[in-house]
């Protein structure tokens, strides 16, 4: 008892003044949700879902997507979810070469806006979303989501619940902010979402969880009038605080490239932010090119460049470094691991594993040392990281059906907790 007595005294220093614990949720609810990659160019298609997790009380929350290079936003809405309802919303690319949301599901809600304060306009509300009129302002191949909790909506019930009452309840609540400020008790840790890109040209699919923090605890009423970036703090957290939840290192990519395979990473940096020059970001690094460096082994463990005998076999072996460092420049970067071509000529884009065809790249993002503490739990006060969400994703074709899997590369941590 002690000890555990210690260690919360411990922990309320380290988050003392701030008034959130935003925190990474191995659960996978939370009050934010971050989908690292949404695919559209290609013949692929990406499916969304968010679910309220809640039992008893609705819940409003508002997605909006980021483009890969600046994290402009491209396109935003709300979405209005009754208690356990799952929200599902398809991205696809239109005929005329735009990027549009479809969705047929009631909780998709268009709606016009005051021009005085920028809530919904009760009585406007109606169902689904057409993609040629819920489309990007510029049409990106891949970008990236965030879903904000804007607030639950408590008192109407369980589910069955109208959304015409959870949006003229909504739009109440958000006409009359003065008189009912979103605290971080309106503001419950139960969305959850996955991405699932498929592609009908060669029957291929792939799911992934989205990554979910909670207690990030939004304070306004947002709406499509309001600019919704981790930079600009529409939260009683911090960004500091997220990029805390999220500071991990050393990320471990599986490769298998050889005849009938092919592998992806990708490197999501969802506080980056360079659209709003990178304010109030604790990671040094940003806004510019983020270096990186990869380390190719094989199953064997041996590592590419090693080449004196005896080469090594046995863990830990030297790490080989390239003349130039490669660089991330994107918010969102997706890097082929491509066999053949010359590991000194890897870039932010490929890495090139010459004659290993199967094993594993240690990817290095460029580390700062933490000046944030998120959550005594969970934070990474002191540890060095970097603020990103790295998932790699294999096919296999070489049996004439593709096959794919798609998973968060796995990380270091080095905070207490994690």
């Given at each position: 008892?002690?000890?555990?007595?210690?260690?919360?005294?411990?922990?309320?220093?380290?988050?003392?003044?701030?008034?959130?614990?935003?925190e990474w949720s191995p659960g996978g609810k939370g009050d934010l949700l971050m989908a690292p990659l949404v695919m559209t160019g290609g013949g692929?298609?990406?499916?969304?879902?968010?679910?309220?997790?809640?039992?008893?009380?609705?819940?409003?929350?508002?997605?909006?997507?980021?483009?890969?290079?600046?994290?402009e936003e491209v396109l935003d809405f709300l979405i209005f979810l009754s208690p356990g309802d799952v929200w599902t919303g398809t991205v696809v690319r239109n005929a005329d070469g735009s990027v549009g949301v479809s969705s047929a599901d009631p909780s998709s809600v268009r709606f016009q806006v005051s021009n005085t304060n920028g809530c919904p306009v009760a009585g406007t509300n109606t169902s689904g979303f057409d993609p040629a009129v819920a489309k990007f302002t510029t049409p990106h191949p891949i970008v990236y989501a965030n879903i904000f909790q804007s607030r639950m909506i408590r008192g109407l019930g369980a589910a069955p619940v109208a959304k015409s009452a959870i949006f003229a309840r909504y739009a109440e609540l958000c006409a009359n902010a003065a008189n009912n400020p979103i605290t971080a008790n309106d503001t419950d840790n139960v969305l959850s979402?996955?991405?699932?890109?498929?592609?009908?040209?060669?029957?291929?699919?792939?799911?992934?969880?989205?990554?979910?923090?909670a207690n990030y605890d939004n304070r306004f009423y947002l709406t499509p009038a309001f600019f919704t970036g981790l930079a600009t703090n529409p939260a009683f957290s911090t960004k500091q605080q997220v990029e805390d939840a999220l500071w991990s290192s050393n990320f471990t990519l599986p490769f298998s490239n050889g005849a009938g395979n092919l592998t992806y990473a990708t490197v999501t940096f969802?506080?980056?932010?360079?659209?709003?020059?990178?304010?109030?970001?604790?990671?040094?690094?940003?806004?510019?090119?983020?270096?990186?460096?990869?380390?190719?082994?094989?199953?064997?463990?041996?590592?590419?460049?090693?080449?004196?005998?005896?080469?090594?076999?046995?863990?830990?072996?030297?790490?080989?470094?390239?003349?130039?460092?490669?660089?991330?420049?994107?918010?969102?970067?997706?890097?082929?691991?491509?066999?053949?071509?010359v590991f000194g000529d890897s870039t932010g884009s490929q890495i090139n594993t010459q004659t290993f065809t199967k094993g594993w790249v240690n990817l290095g993002i460029a580390t700062d040392v933490s000046d944030t503490a998120g959550n005594a739990r969970w934070n990474n006060?002191?540890?060095?990281?970097?603020?990103?969400?790295?998932?790699?994703?294999n096919w296999d074709f070489a049996s004439g059906s593709l096959q794919g899997t798609w998973q968060y590369a796995p990380k270091s941590y080095s905070g207490v907790g994690n």
């Open positions: 008892m002690l000890k555990k007595s210690i260690a919360a005294a411990v922990g309320a220093m380290l988050v003392a003044g701030s008034a959130s614990a935003v692929w298609s990406t499916e969304m879902k968010v679910i309220n997790n809640s039992a008893t009380d609705s819940a409003v929350a508002k997605v909006v997507f980021h483009g890969p290079g600046i994290s979402g996955t991405v699932t890109m498929a592609n009908p040209l060669n029957g291929n699919k792939l799911t992934l969880a989205m990554t979910a923090l969802p506080t980056k932010e360079t659209f709003n020059n990178s304010l109030n970001s604790q990671y040094a690094p940003f806004p510019g090119p983020v270096p990186v460096s990869f380390a190719v082994r094989n199953e064997e463990e041996e590592i590419l460049g090693v080449t004196e005998a005896p080469r090594c076999s046995f863990s830990p072996c030297p790490v080989l470094t390239q003349p130039t460092a490669p660089r991330l420049p994107n918010e969102l970067n997706v890097i082929a691991i491509a066999s053949g071509g006060l002191g540890a060095a990281g970097s603020p990103a969400l790295v998932t790699y994703i």
